[in-house]
């Protein structure tokens, strides 16, 4: 049974992540040790003065308090601060590699789980949103996931680590002043933290806009040629940059606080190398503050501007986490519609073929219904027309690509929900230019296998169309192109009959195919629907030839 448990971003990350939970424990070793590493490199400055003037400092002093030896041997020393500069590259570039290698895997294990769910959610949901909606999940929002998961997950725990061994290493060379900076720091991370609630309205609003934009270049280069036909050349451009203005409108909002996201982290930073100069000057004058005396002044503002690089990436992680956000939610919203197939449902074996509405109503998203109350019944040996308005609709019921709202749909006796959409499909030829070629030769395009004997078929059965009417020859090895663009209008309707009537199912379903079909063509078909009709039920929407007699005329309104 398709599982009803609502999907979260927590679970998404907990279910890739946890049974990589080494490779995880592993990364935060290696943020520890690099953070450590980094302070030892900078405090062994003050070895190196120690060591051309003979004197003590601060910096070594504090080495020594971590109960850390670095030798005074200028050779040696020049040795061991290589070792570690080397060292500090080897895990920054193992953290890095790994961090970004996991990250990546989880945003493509995520689009492929998306993929799947776009192909088997039910088609009256994914009509509800343009394509560029869907578009955009596979290129903008995967890649701020995996900037949420490296910048706003890995780097920001390597970051925080860094901050907080610094921080204790600076209360320990000046308590006062390191309360400062910390009141400081944490009002910063605040600002930026409202700031990127004003700019996540406005990133949602941003991204619905380019994918609006994007379905609508799609949609308008898919009927380039219907555009030139009725010389609306000029209306689509004028359209089109009407789009853009508005996009450049929220674009200005968008790129002032994307602005502030960037200037204020290093106003932040000088601020509080400002504060700290203050504090010190003034806890020196008026209560002969000397705990920063001796030169351990210096030592402890070097440190601080070591920190600064870290503390921006830290204040800019607020915007990180707001796209990664919008984009989870997008992503799990879809992923969290409902699937169509119910894989416990039986598989349909037909035993006559006979389809049967009973009082079936449908509406696509909670408008008047199309039709409501519609009822006939089709069996085989005989040809049924459906006539009037939604005929192509009812066919898709048929085929289950739709579901109805109301009443019940029958194959045989029995509701179509009890059966799977696989076994239905499998034993129903839909011919309608609806259900476009799909491959890029002519054997691809037809489905079928690669035997002897389903290769011949498939050959007479496009002499039969007179698929080549120059010629005898059938060359099912030959390019067809993308979506059939190297084939004639004629080649390519003439391929989609041949490849479901290959399929020899025991219910035929044609839509609209008549009025698209030179004269020979339409004998050709005429005279195969009338030898099959009496093992097969046959329901023709549209027009039909006047050798078909149908049996049976319903109208759908």
Partial sequence: MVSNTIITKQELIKKFFWPKIGTGIFLLLLSITESCVTVILSLSIGNYYEIISDHHSNKGRLLRLFHISIPHNPAKFFMVFAGMVIFKMIIEFTGKYLSELQATSFSLTLQKKLFRHHIRMKT???????????????????????????????????????????????????????????????????????????????????????????????????????????????????????????????NKRYVFFESMNIALPHAFLYFTLLLIFIVHIYLSSTTGYTVTAGGRFIPYILLIILMFPIYKRFLEVNPVWQAGNISFSKIIDTLNLPLEEDEMAQKYSPSGGVVEFKNVSFTYSGEQPLFDGFNFKYSPGEINQLQGNYKSTILKLILGIYVADKGIICLDGININQFTRKSIRENIAFISEEAPLYGNSIFKCLSITNTETDRLRAVEMLKLLRFNPFSLKIDLNEKVGENGKLLSKSQYTKMIIARELLGNKKIILIDGIFEKIDTVTRQTLTHIINQSKENHTIIVAGTLPAELNPHAVYFAS
């Fill in 124 to 250: 009256k949901d994914f009509t509800k949103k343009p394509v560029g909606k869907y578009l955009l999940r596979y290129s903008g929002d995967i890649n701020s996931i995996r900037h949420y998961l490296t910048k706003g997950i890995f780097h920001f725990i390597s970051d925080c680590i860094f901050l907080i061994i610094s921080l204790a290493i600076l209360f320990s060379i000046d308590p006062a002043i390191t309360l400062v900076v910390v009141s400081a720091l944490a009002l910063g991370f605040w600002c930026m933290v409202l700031i990127n609630k004003k700019l996540k309205k406005v990133q949602v609003l941003h991204r619905n806009q380019l994918s609006s934009n994007l379905h609508f270049v799609t949609e308008r280069l898919r009927l380039l040629t219907t555009i030139k036909l009725h010389n609306k050349e000029y209306s689509t451009i004028k359209k089109y940059q009407a789009r853009i203005d508005k996009l450049m409108g929220i």
